[in-house]
């Protein structure tokens, strides 16, 4: 099996899909113009896909009452604190940093609508 993508209903759909591609360097690679505006987000290798929609009569997850460890979405970095600057400058919130024996930096975030973000800078890369 090869994965294809992961799907999130998502309140402001339109601002978060923004968000994502101007601070994230996320793409569009499917969008539907109508609901429930199912938009499917491509990383820079095309490899992971990202879907984005909005079903208000189905249950939208409440990140921000949730610990990060529960669900994130981590990102490559090759400079986890420069990122995290960045991001914050942009509406992020930080919420932790570790820096791991093996010289990995680990930052994790969350988005403005409160969806936890984690920053990998990894030693060894996978």
Known sequence: ??????ALNVVHIDEVVKWYIENLGLKVVARQNEPPFMTFLA?????????????????ITD???QHPLTFHVAFVSENA????????KQGASFFEEVKKEDGSHLVMLRD???????????AVKF
């Open 112 to 122: 403005p609508w409160g969806m936890p973000l984690q920053l990998c800078q990894r």
């Open 43 to 59: 990383d820079s290798s095309g490899r992971v896909i990202m879907e984005l929609y909005h079903r208000p009569d189905e249950m």
């Open 81 to 88: 604190q420069e990122d995290k600057i960045r991001l914050e």
């Open 1 to 6: 099996m090869i994965f294809e993508h992961f």
């Open 63 to 65: 990140f921000a009452k």
